[in-house]
Nanobody
Framework: QVQLVESGGGLVQPGGSLRLSCAAS????????MYWYRQAPGKEREWLSG????????TYVDSVKGRFAASRDNTKNIPYLQMNSLKPEDTAVYFC?????????WGQGTQVTVFG
């Protein structure tokens, strides 16, 4: 059974940093690219970042380029999202995801609130 459990969200002031983690289980983690999404109140879920299964390549939506960095530890089955220079518009629930042929799984999400 695929499980993704995000953690690391919280309250932070503008300019602050957070690192999100996502404990993955139920599939062979090192065989799959991993993704990060977010959903702000009243908005659709937005793709943020992808990281290849080996971690040697990452991609980002323009709005987070240069501020967010995806990484992964294949020995622990955990992808990470380092978020720096946070802005109020980054306030959202953040999700990690894995895509299989014909299906996709998301975790329950972790709330990030940037205030001040």
């Amino acid at each position: 059974q695929v499980q993704l459990v995000e953690s690391g969200g919280g309250l932070v002031q503008p300019g602050g940093s957070l690192r999100l983690s996502c404990a993955a289980s139920g599939f062979t983690f090192s065989n799959y690219d991993m993704y990060w999404y977010r959903q702000a109140p009243g908005k659709e879920r937005e793709w943020l970042s992808g990281i290849t299964r080996t971690g040697d390549s990452t991609t980002y939506v323009d709005s987070v380029k240069g501020r967010f960095a995806a990484s992964r530890d294949n020995t622990k089955n955990i992808p990470y999202l380092q978020m720096n220079s946070l802005k109020p518009e980054d306030t959202a629930v953040y999700f990690c995801a894995v895509h299989f042929i014909g299906s996709a799984y998301w975790g329950q999400g972790t709330q990030v609130t940037v205030f001040g």
